[in-house]
């Protein structure tokens, strides 16, 4: 059911609502105090701001008894018209017969309306008899009492209101195209304060939330990479377990994944006309737009990365998205690139130094998260257990520096036979511990069986021009279902799988 706006506020409908968004940002410039003056001193009355809902973002002159007559039986089409603030150039907005109030669009840098300015009612006109009679037998009014309070009405010159009018049209218009500039160096001065406070996770999703306000898309994608030209961090809007919302986040990744390394930005008007959505979504994403441009390194000699944003329909006209996150990038080039390192250097702390894989450390907290939301969306969770048998020895053999480089090439097998959403930590010595998301026992078994013959094929140098060294390895999978097993539990099945292997191994290395 409708709430009546009056209901909502029944000591008085002149109170302003919360000035918030792009109306709310222009209501508190001072050039529009000052289009507001200028106005008040030619016509002498003073100009009101209402959304396209009516609702009041600036304080509202005192209503006549005509206007008060109306609003008390929801008469009045300012409140009780949607049509009636919605102009395409300024006017005045006749009520009745001669009544009326000037009126204005205010329009976004994308020349759609989003408010109005108005001013307070005046008669701008004869008022007819006839008409007023009609519309009191509606209101079931005494025809004197509403003809009267019509007269009342402060009386206004048309043409002197309309002429004070262009003005205020052209001052709105020089200001919204003022304020589509300042968005670049208001967002950008909001990045550069939250980057000293976050942490990757969250800066990766700042970056995302300031693309979104800048580029008004329905989704977005924010990918880094480090040094060496692997995936660094990367925030996406939309963690909601919902197929549409994965399929969208699986074509901006894939459109990422080619941009990143491009020297040209992407437009695609329309997903349903192209081969994107086919190839990486199977068709589950059917109507939108796309549009990608590339990070570059400082020097401009290379990439580090790249955004790409989503809209849900069809949109022809890419251009001003496309200029708002070009002037991002080269405008907020240094607060991505200081993000980037500062991204880097928590990466490192969360790393192991001597094997490349994730610490324990890493480890305990990305198990925290994934059992959480493995049992928030009702799905498994799988991890695999490696050990390296003979750890000791050759650490002995090779002391550590050697050590390092076997360890360094492990990691490299295992990652290079992985999916990117699967995560190697190092627990402790030769142990370590694949993290397989929205995987059940069965995924987790072949990824071991998969993965101990690659290790023990592999050769492994512990020095340069060295000696080839083969590696026995142990596995043990474990899973959470549906997230009921904690971190201690999960790991602890997990290492109890590993010691059945082990055993198993030694037993059947005995046999004849």
């Not at 059917?286 to 401009?300: A, L």
């Not at 959403?421 to 511990?433: H, M």
Request: charged content about 30%; overall charge negative; proline content about 5%.
């Amino acid at each position: 059911m409708k709430v009546d706006p009056y209901l909502q506020r029944p000591n008085s409908i002149m109170e302003p609502e919360v000035q918030e968004g792009e109306l709310g940002t222009l209501v508190n410039s001072p050039e529009f105090a000052r289009i507001v003056d200028r106005f008040q001193a030619t016509t002498g009355l003073r100009l009101q701001v209402f959304d396209l809902e009516a609702h009041p973002l600036t304080p509202v002159e005192e209503y006549p008894r005509y206007c008060r007559l109306l609003q008390e039986r929801k008469a009045c089409p300012l409140y009780y018209d949607p049509e009636f603030l919605k102009r395409g150039e300024e006017t005045i907005a006749v009520c009745k017969s001669g009544v009326g109030h000037f009126v204005a669009p205010v329009r976004d840098e994308k020349e759609v309306q989003i408010g109005a300015v108005l001013g307070p009612a005046v008669k701008s006109g004869p008022n007819s008899v006839e008409e007023f009679a009609e519309l009191a037998f509606k209101l079931k009014i005494f025809p004197d009492e509403l003809i009267q309070a019509a007269d009342a009405v402060q009386e206004h010159d048309a043409e002197k209101l309309l002429g004070a009018g262009e003005l205020v049209s052209v001052g709105l218009t020089l200001l919204a195209e003022m304020q589509a500039k300042e968005r670049v160096s208001h967002a950008l001065r909001r990045l550069q304060s939250e980057i000293a406070e976050s942490n990757a996770q969250m800066l990766s999703q700042h970056i995302v939330d300031t693309v979104l306000y800048l580029t008004r898309a329905d989704y977005a994608l924010v990918l880094m990479m480090d040094d060496n030209g692997s995936d660094l961090a990367s925030g996406y809007d939309q963690p909601v377990p919902d197929a549409l919302v994965e399929a969208k986040r699986r074509l901006v990744e894939g459109i990422a994944e080619w941009v990143k390394h491009a020297d040209r930005t992407v437009t695609v008007p329309d997903i349903s006309k192209s081969a994107w959505s086919r190839y990486l979504t199977d068709d589950a994403v059917k109507t939108g737009s796309i549009v990608g441009v590339p990070i570059p390194e400082q020097r401009g000699t290379s990439t580090f990365g790249a955004i790409v944003v989503g809209f849900d329909r069809a949109r022809e006209e890419l251009e001003e998205p496309l200029t708002a996150m070009q002037s991002f990038v080269t405008e907020g080039l240094y607060a991505l690139v200081i993000g980037r390192k500062l991204i880097q250097a928590e990466q490192l702390a969360l790393l192991d130094t001597q094997s490349g894989a994730y610490s324990q450390r890493f480890l305990e907290d990305l198990l925290e998260n994934e059992i959480s939301r493995a049992s928030r969306h009702n799905h498994d969770l799988a991890v695999v257990l490696f050990e390296i048998e003979t750890y000791e020895v050759l650490r002995g053999k090779y002391g550590e520096a050697g050590l390092g480089r076997i360890l360094r090439e492990f990691v490299g097998v295992i990652r290079a036979k992985t999916r990117r959403v699967n995560t190697l930590a190092r627990i402790r010595d030769g142990r370590f511990c694949l993290v397989i998301p929205e995987a059940d026992r069965a995924v987790a078994i072949r990824q071991a069986e998969r993965l101990r013959p690659a290790l023990e094929e592999h050769p492994y140098a512990a020095m340069p021009n060295g000696d080839i060294v083969r590696l026995s390895v142990d596995t043990g999978v474990a899973v959470s279902e549906r997230g009921k097993d904690d971190r201690t539990a999960l790991l602890a099945q997990a290492l109890h799988s590993l010691e059945q292997s082990r055993t198993e191994r030694r037993v059947r290395s005995f046999q004849p």
